[in-house]
């Protein structure tokens, strides 16, 4: 596997679910995020960990919780979700955190459908 | 008034066109800029990005920044079928703190019809 992974690619779960994302990155990089993209709105920051430690929640709902076992892996775990969470949720990962915005690398992302 | 601004389309032009992509924003604390390729079904994949103002060339597709008028371009010359797809704009502060954080475009959906 190279660059940016994400499983599942698909997801549909009832509002009373609990499931979980997970991203793996095979760059070697240090700071991970984790972005929503709905349909007609800009892709919007959700979390951000440096070196495991979350550095940025962007006032994120509970029922999103991350999980960053280590500088590869991210996870999301939802629960109890609202049919408006339905988006792509992406991760990322950068070589560092202070890294500029161009040298975040992209996975492919889940398509999350709440019912 | 949004950060930044990006007609979302449909944008759609027939092979071997000229395609020009334009996004305005509102914070002058930006100093990069960045086009993003995001075909259906995939993660954004970056295509270029610009620092401060100025123009960048890459093949056939051709990055201008002008921050006097919080305005940027990306143009694509002899499109190709392969080049339908949506294209975000970003951008973000210079590098240090808060250096990651992009904000984007609500993204433009390109069609480039045989």
Not at chain 1, 1 to 22: A, C, D, F, I, W
Not at chain 1, 72 to 82: A, I, N, P, R, V
Not at chain 2, 88 to 103: D, E, F, I, R, V
Request: proline share 6%; charged share 20%.
């Amino acid at each position: 596997e190279t660059g940016v992974t994400q499983t599942p690619r698909h997801l549909v779960m009832g509002m009373t679910n609990k499931k979980s994302l997970k991203c793996e990155q095979h760059l070697g990089h240090n700071a991970m995020y984790w972005y929503k993209q709905s349909a007609k709105k800009p892709l919007e920051l959700m979390f951000v960990y440096n070196f495991k430690e979350q550095t940025e929640n962007n006032s994120v709902p509970s029922r999103f919780s991350p999980e960053c076992p280590n500088s590869s892996h991210l996870f999301l775990h939802l629960h109890t979700l609202q049919p408006e969470d339905s988006a792509l949720y992406l991760c990322a990962s950068s070589e560092r955190l202070s890294s500029s915005g161009y040298e975040q690398f992209f996975g492919p992302g889940t398509r999350l459908t709440v019912l | 008034q949004k950060e930044v601004e990006q007609d979302p389309g449909p944008l759609s032009v027939p092979e071997g066109a000229i395609v020009s992509l334009n996004c305005t924003y509102s914070n002058s604390a930006f100093q990069y800029f960045m086009w993003y390729r995001q075909y259906s079904r995939k993660g954004p994949e970056l295509l270029m990005y610009t620092y401060s103002s100025g123009n960048k060339e890459d093949g056939r597709f051709t990055a201008q920044v002008d921050k006097s008028s919080k305005y940027i371009s990306l143009f694509i010359r002899d499109s190709q079928p392969s080049d339908s797809a949506t294209y975000l704009c970003a951008m973000s502060p210079y590098s240090g703190a808060g250096s990651y954080q992009l904000t984007f475009g609500k993204g433009t959906k390109l069609s480039v019809i045989p």
